[in-house]
Nanobody, 120 residues
C-alpha cells in the first residue's frame, strides 16, 4: 500500500507565498514522476506542475514564473513553492505520483488534498 500525504495549505493574502509538501510512504520501489493538480470550486481538476525522476519539470502557463516544483528523493517528498499568489490560485491542491512498488507494479496515486485560500 502506498500513501500520499499533503501539507502546507492555508489562508494567505494576495501576493504572499506558501509551500506545499507531499510525502509518499509505504510499499515503494521507485517514484517515476510527481505532480501537483488543483481544483477550484465548481471547476475541473487542472494540472499545475510536474517533476520527473531526471529532474525535468513542467508547469501550467498560469503558474509559470510564480510556482516552483522540487523533490527530495531521499525523503520521497515533492514540494510546491508558490509565490506571488493570486485569488485565482484558490483551490484544493492534490499531489499525484506514478509509483512502482516492490513487486514492480506501477500505479497512479493521489493524495487527499490540501486547501489553499488566497484573499484579495
Amino acid at each position: 500500500q502506498v500513501q500520499l500525504v499533503e501539507s502546507g495549505g492555508g489562508l494567505v493574502q494576495a501576493g504572499g507565498s506558501l509551500r506545499l509538501s507531499c510525502v509518499a510512504s509505504g510499499n515503494i520501489f521507485t517514484i517515476n514522476r510527481m505532480r501537483w493538480y488543483r481544483q477550484a470550486p465548481e471547476k475541473q481538476r487542472e494540472f499545475v506542475a510536474t517533476t520527473y525522476s531526471d529532474d525535468n519539470t513542467n508547469y501550467a502557463d498560469s503558474v509559470k514564473g510564480r510556482f516552483t516544483i522540487s523533490r527530495d528523493n531521499a525523503k520521497n517528498t515533492v514540494y510546491l513553492q508558490m509565490n506571488s499568489l493570486k485569488a485565482e490560485d484558490t483551490a484544493v491542491y492534490y499531489c499525484n505520483a506514478l509509483i512502482s512498488d516492490n513487486q514492480r507494479v506501477t500505479r497512479n496515486y493521489w493524495g487527499q488534498g490540501t486547501q489553499v485560500t488566497v484573499s484579495s
